[in-house]
């Protein structure tokens, strides 16, 4: 799960990295009465998890309130490239010094988390990366040993950052390292990390992304949502059980297991379609799951035409033949739907569905057949 | 031979008592696996159909000899589940649980690594098949039998699906082994691949890939420099958009990284031959066995 920046500020400041002060915003009004609060100047942020916010014109600086008022209205509602901005986070304005680059990365080749420190902040750090690959300090720390005082001070002067700031550029590092570890983080990212005229060190924009996995365990992260970044169809899936993500084309997939129904989707793209989702209906999958699946598939007014991918190790393919019947039953489908059934029960499945006399219902029998058929219907649909 | 699991070995089962912890363990039995015992603390002193059931990993490698052990707990206990199986002596682990917290992978992981004693494999994973010898886990054994392709995957069900046209064309398998689709998995493809470059039975490798990480990209590597079998590969999810995880908590396009064209094409300059469908693959491997037969 990505944080927006003020999520990720509010477990940093939990931590101890400073932050500069801010307020929440979802109205006019409300960015204002902060914006007064915190006193001018202050920055008025658009907060929606993408980059190149500042570019598309969703962070200024506003000088008094009626700059306030008119910063908010322009960005409330403001779309940055294809999210909506519903929130707004109000903080006061930083002098800047030295703009830094701070990160605690999952490194899922080494198997290690990975510290990054640079002194070229405020850019594409992947751009960094590539044109000046020695400007980004590197270290990886042993999860066992845990973040030590030496590690922070070997980053801070390879880095080479101004010495004057070694010990609290450390200092920081170690906390980001904690809160990575303490709230099951997969990356937290601070970029600019900034020194200020006054040599304070300060994050001036956090990007937290949490483990979906640990999420049980920490109830309050659990809680922070992103309205912007809600698709209903994926927010249905989800209510469901379902492993579902959104894709932009018109032909509705259903599989069983992550990589074959990423295969499927390749195959089928392949074959000269477009996949409308993604949807692993899971191992020993039951017929009301799949009648549950096949809603939400059609909840997307795209879709022109439906796949089943199955094939059958812990699933049955009876039990997917008795969800799709039961689904016709219950929801009377438009569409067409393209069903291959394969591995265990295929033959009770197929005779199944046979005897069903589902109306538009295409029974194939392998793989590659199924996607060209998929093809050419949502192509004549 | 094969690799991994045999006759050898003897298997406990940590979760034998739960629904799906017991439904497998007696499938695995069925299939000829010494299924030796099972672990569910307080339930100890119990059976499962026949199967002793200990409170403790210790107690089961004590009183049974077994040296496999295979976790089916919970996702929230399953990282203390492997580090106790480790602890006990188990020299392989093969953990199905799907959904462990990344940083719990993380410290399992490295605690097995620094202690050298043991093999993970998985988490996320369908475990491990060697046709005719045993069975670990929850593949579906009927649809391989015995033969000379060693197969290696992230994936279960792409696993099934491959497999089986290879099975379809008269050609069965060495050992199947699913290393899961997870962040942090206790074997990468070069552990595996290595293990089937020494393993006499295997004459081809198939390996099964996706998006995400970069273990396709180090084995593309490894390949080049220690395999001399032939090897062929399937990458799955070129039309995955990037920041998603598709289904698998590793299987997600980071940035520009981890693409499935990108591992493609390491592979295909290390000189391994990548399917453009699971079909393909299958096409590909039977041929080379063909023209080696």
Redesign the interface.
């Known amino acids: 799960m990505d944080l927006l920046e003020y999520q990720g500020k509010q477990v940093f400041a939990r931590h101890g990295v400073p932050v500069p002060s801010g307020r929440h915003a979802q109205t006019v009004d409300e960015a204002a009465a902060a914006a007064d609060d915190i006193g001018y100047p202050c920055v008025i942020k658009a907060q929606v998890q993408i980059g190149g916010r500042g570019k598309a014109g969703g962070i200024k600086v506003a000088q008094n309130r009626n700059e306030a008022l008119e910063h908010a209205q322009a960005i409330l509602g403001m779309d940055i490239r294809g999210l909506t901005v519903h929130e707004l986070w109000v903080e006061g304005a930083s002098e800047i010094a030295s703009e830094y680059y701070a990160s605690v990365v999952?490194d899922?080749?080494a198997?290690?988390?990975l510290v990054m420190l640079s002194t070229k902040g405020g850019m594409d750090i992947?751009e960094v990366a590539d044109s000046d690959p020695d400007a980004i300090a590197r270290l990886h720390v042993?999860?066992?040993l845990g973040f030590q005082e030496f590690h922070g001070r070997r980053l801070a002067f390879e880095a080479r950052v101004d010495d004057d700031v070694v010990r609290p550029v450390g200092a920081m590092l170690a906390k980001l390292y904690d809160l990575f570890?303490a709230e099951?983080a997969?990356l937290v990212e601070v970029n600019p990390l900034i020194v200020t005229p006054e040599r304070d060190v300060r994050a001036l924009d956090a990007k937290v992304t949490l483990?979906?996995?640990?999420l049980?365990?920490h109830p309050d992260n659990a809680e922070l949502r992103d309205p912007s970044n809600e698709d209903p169809q994926e927010r249905m899936a989800k209510e469901r059980g379902l492993?579902f993500?959104k894709?932009d084309g018109d032909i509705g997939i259903l599989?069983?297991?992550?990589?074959?129904?990423?295969?499927t989707?390749?195959?089928?793209?392949?074959a000269g379609g477009s996949?409308a989702n993604?949807l692993?209906a899971g191992?020993g999958s039951k017929a009301e799951a799949i009648t549950s699946a096949v809603e939400v598939i059609l909840s997307n007014p795209s879709v022109k035409a439906v796949l089943f991918n199955i094939?059958?190790?812990?699933t049955r393919c009876d039990e997917v033949a008795r969800g799709l019947i039961e689904a016709f039953d219950q929801i009377n489908p438009t569409v067409p739907f393209v069903v291959r059934l394969?591995?265990?029960n295929d033959v009770e499945g197929r005779k199944l569905l046979a005897e069903a006399q589902l109306p538009n219902v295409f029974a194939e029998s392998?793989?590659?057949g199924a996607a060209q058929k998929v093809v050419e219907l949502a192509a004549s649909a | 031979m094969s690799i991994l699991v045999d006759s050898n070995t003897k298997l406990v089962v940590s979760g034998i008592t739960g629904r799906e912890g017991t439904f497998h363990s007696l499938r695995n039995r069925d299939y000829g696996t010494q299924v030796v015992a099972g672990v569910t603390p307080g339930k100890g002193g119990q059976d499962v159909e026949g199967i002793p059931v200990f409170n403790t990993f210790h107690d089961a490698v004590a009183s049974t000899g077994a040296n496999t052990a295979m976790i089916f707990v919970p996702p929230r206990f399953a990282a203390d589940s492997i580090l106790e199986a480790e602890d006990a002596g188990a020299s392989l682990i093969i953990a199905i649980t799907e959904g462990i917290p990344a940083h719990d992978e993380l410290r399992a992981f490295n605690v097995i690594k620094k202690n050298g004693r043991a093999r993970l494999i998985g988490p996320n994973c369908p475990g491990i098949l060697s046709p005719g010898k045993a069975n670990v886990g929850i593949i579906p054994a009927a649809f391989f039998k015995e033969g000379n392709v060693g197969v290696v995957s992230r994936s279960g069900t792409l696993t099934y699906q491959i497999g089986n046209v290879i099975a379809q064309q008269g050609f069965g398998n060495s050992t199947i082994v699913g290393i899961g689709g997870d962040p942090v998995p206790g074997s990468d493809f070069i552990d595996i691949i290595g293990l089937f470059q020494d393993d006499p039975e295997t004459e081809l490798i198939v390996m099964c890939g996706e998006i995400g990480g970069d273990a396709e990209e180090r084995a593309a590597e490894f390949i080049a420099e220690n395999v001399t079998k032939p090897v062929v590969a399937y990458i799955a999810g070129f039309t995955a958009p990037p920041g998603k995880t598709m289904g698998h908590a590793g299987a997600i396009v980071s940035g520009s990284r981890g693409t499935a064209k990108a591992k493609a094409e390491a592979l295909e300059s290390r000189g391994v031959r990548v399917g453009r469908t699971p079909t393909e693959v299958a096409e590909l491997a039977a041929s080379l066995l063909g023209a080696a037969a």
């Open positions: 999952f899922r080749s198997k290690a988390p992947e042993d999860p066992l570890v099951e997969t483990d979906d996995n640990a049980f365990r492993t993500v894709l599989g069983n297991g992550a990589g074959l129904v990423m295969s989707l390749d195959v089928v793209a392949q996949p993604f692993d191992g094939f059958g190790g812990i394969d591995g265990t392998t793989m590659d």
